[in-house]
């Protein structure tokens, strides 16, 4: 299976912005469809956008519609998500997910998370 690294979170003030990577080794990135997810204290882990394998994105959280983006480099075996516009209320422990399938999928190789606090 493959094994996520999530990487590039931390403290920005809000309006900053933020690239968080998710990184795969013992497989090859373009076979899965990759989702983000975040999850805040005392709530429900959320979706929020993900990548198809065919480079397909799907929105589930409206409020990062306009200001979170999702992409891939293959060469690099690397899905980002750039974060645009930063709230408090985006902070959270953000997390990539992978299937072999598509995005409507549910997802079965996780990353460890990575914390994104937004506060001034």
């Known amino acids: 299976q493959v094994q996520l690294v999530e990487s590039g979170g931390g403290l920005v003030q809000p309006g900053g912005s933020l690239r968080l990577s998710c990184a795969a080794s013992g497989g090859i990135l373009a076979h899965y469809s990759i989702g983000w997810l975040r999850q805040a204290p005392g709530k429900e882990r959320e979706k929020m956008l993900c990548?198809?394998?065919?480079?397909?994105?799907?929105y589930y959280e409206d409020s990062v519609k306009g200001r979170f983006t999702i992409s891939r480099d293959n060469t690099k075996n690397t899905v980002y998500l750039q974060m645009n516009g930063l709230k408090p209320e985006d902070t959270a422990g953000y997390y990539c997910a992978a299937v072999m399938g598509g995005c409507n999928m549910g997802y079965n190789n996780w990353g460890q998370g990575t914390q994104v606090t937004v506060s001034s």
């Open positions: 990548i198809s394998r065919s480079d397909g994105v799907t």
